[in-house]
């Protein structure tokens, strides 16, 4: 296989799991954690958001209903139209995020800590760059 043949694909899909259950610990799934980590960007309507989260609309829709029971969102309807509802994260939502992303990122400097220093440095950065390229391709429009 190529470069991002067979090793990256099951690290990648043992990573995912990995961060599931770190942001299970602080009681979100990782789909609603990609919607609240996307909405503290700033607040948008589900359309921009499901576009910019690779999913469909209805699927937004029935994430946002799970998110705005729990209090971590909340849907801001438009002044000028009222059939134009704004997605926008409560405190409770913002104060959740981090601790997702302080629960993730404890888990990844653990597994990290398995490597050599300089090569677990490497590691965490690349994970920049692969955040960095689906933006991108999302702002392009050709996610799918």
């Known amino acids: 296989m190529d470069g991002m043949g067979e090793t990256s694909t099951r690290a990648l899909a043992y990573l995912a799991r990995v961060i ?35 999913t469909s609309r209805p699927s937004v829709t029935a994430l946002v209903d799970g998110v705005v029971a729990k209090g971590l969102v909340t849907r801001v309807p438009d002044a000028a139209d009222r059939r134009r509802i704004t997605l926008a994260l409560t405190p409770e939502g913002f ?35 692969w955040l960095e390229a689906l933006r991108a391709e ?6 799918r």
Request: proline fraction near 3%; aromatic fraction near 2%.
């Open 95 to 129: 104060a959740v995020v981090e601790r997702a992303e302080a629960a993730a990122a404890a888990r990844l400097s653990a597994l990290a800590a398995h490597l050599p220093s300089e090569d677990a440095q490497r590691a965490v950065d690349s994970l920049g760059l």
């Open 138 to 143: 999302a702002s392009s429009g050709a996610s």
């Open 20 to 54: 599931e259950l770190a942001l299970g610990d602080v009681g979100l799934s990782l789909a609603q954690y990609r919607l609240l980590a996307y909405l503290s960007r700033g607040s948008s309507a589900a359309s921009p958001a499901a576009r910019q989260l690779a």
